[in-house]
């Protein structure tokens, strides 16, 4: 039972454009929410995080958006760099209840020069 | 800094051959460490978690047994391999539970 979908396996986009990147969850107790990038042959790395008690975190170039009530979260990355081509995973835990987080199947990006 | 060391990155083993893969931590003490499998077309799967040494959590029934028999070692174990034990597994670590995990490099793993 796939609780957290990232349903597009694969976006492509423009550097210096803006890349959005989506996941959707069923789980309405998941508390906290984070996103990986993954390299080829490589483990993920983290990337940000969110409660949710917030519904908006940023880092540098890299901003996560959370609305509880779509059940649903992207990741935002202004301006895209072609470093950033790699697969990114959406995850999500329901703190109480245990210590798994419980991954998407990512979606590839790739940015073009 | 905190490292964390994983291998072999490959390897190909034949069915009911055993299996062992390690994960090695530095530059912490007692970190929570975690086993997750990624197969073919899907997302990563926490297979096992510690907590202390011995200490061991297993999220899914499987083929596969963990053991932590210090501090910062945790090998991820089979008596006899099945075909579906094939995947990419990734160690990774937290300085607590309720926070975000670090990665190895990952094993892929092939079972023929």
């Known amino acids: 039972d796939q609780q957290v979908k990232q349903n597009s396996p694969s976006l492509s986009v423009q550097e210096g454009r803006i890349s959005i990147l989506n996941c959707d969850y069923t789980?309405?107790?998941?508390?906290?929410f984070l996103w990986y990038k993954k390299y080829p042959a490589e483990g993920p790395t983290f990337l940000i995080s969110?409660?949710?008690?917030?519904d908006k975190n940023e880092d540098g170039r890299f901003t996560v958006f959370l609305n509880k009530s779509a059940k649903h979260l992207s990741l935002h990355i202004v301006p895209s760099q072609p470093g950033d081509s790699a697969v990114y995973f959406c995850a999500a835990r329901n703190t109480p209840s245990g210590y798994a987080l419980n991954f998407g199947k990512g979606t590839s990006l790739l940015v073009t020069p | 800094s905190q490292t964390i060391h994983q291998w072999p990155a490959t390897l190909v083993q034949p069915v009911g051959s055993p299996l062992s893969l390690e994960c090695t931590v530095e530059g912490t003490s007692n970190p929570n460490l975690y086993w997750y499998r990624q197969a073919a077309g899907r997302g990563l799967q926490l297979l096992f978690y510690s907590i202390g040494i011995d200490q061991i959590s297993s999220e899914v029934p499987q083929n596969l047994s963990a053991s932590r028999p210090q501090d910062r070692q945790f090998i991820l174990s089979s008596k006899k391999l099945l075909l579906s034990d094939s995947g990419f597994y990734l160690c990774?670590?937290?300085?607590?539970?309720?926070?975000?995990?670090?990665f190895g490099q990952g094993t892929r793993l092939t079972v023929v």
């Open positions: 789980n309405s107790m998941f508390d906290y």
């Open positions: 969110i409660s949710s008690i917030k």
């Open positions: 990774a670590w937290s300085p607590t539970l309720n926070t975000e995990a670090f």
